[in-house]
């Protein structure tokens, strides 16, 4: 009866333990993502809207959520994410390196893996983070 007992714990607690996702938790899993939307108006015309987000880190160690938008409709805009507030600015010029994107008072330039902003005289330098 006891091998009976003991036998039907470690099967219980076996059973339990599996269910859990094993690996390095410490591990972030990639924050970009590419999204294509394609709508079509009434007169059956459509327009391609692409998408694509990558995490940024600024100098200070904090994180943004930098999406990159390509619409043949709208025009191309870069949205910028962080501590839940979002800056959106319409593409102005692209350069050979990147983009300038500028509205109001917010000048952004993107340039390979960096993204500076510009607003009232303060400059905030971010850099994609590793594995994106």
């Known amino acids: ?11 219980s607690m076996v059973a339990v333990g599996c269910k ?10 990639a924050d970009s993502d ?32 930098v999406k990159f938008t390509s ?12 501590n839940k507030k979002t ?10 390196n990147g983009a300038v994107y500028e509205e109001n008072s917010v000048l952004v330039k993107s340039e390979g893996d960096n993204v500076t902003i510009e607003q009232d005289g303060n400059v905030i330098e971010l850099t994609k983070a590793r594995g994106q």
């Open 71 to 82: 619409s043949g409709k709208d025009g191309n805009y870069i949205s910028i994410t962080s």
């Open 34 to 65: 590419t999204t294509t939307t394609v709508t079509a108006d009434s007169n059956g015309a459509s327009a391609q809207t692409q998408e694509q987000t990558y995490r940024y880190v600024a100098e200070d160690g904090s994180s943004a959520l």
């Open 1 to 11: 009866m006891r091998k009976i007992i003991v036998a039907a714990l470690a099967f």
């Open 87 to 96: 800056i959106k600015v319409k593409q102005k010029e692209t350069t050979p």
């Open 20 to 29: 859990k996702e094993s690996g390095n938790t410490g591990v972030l899993k």
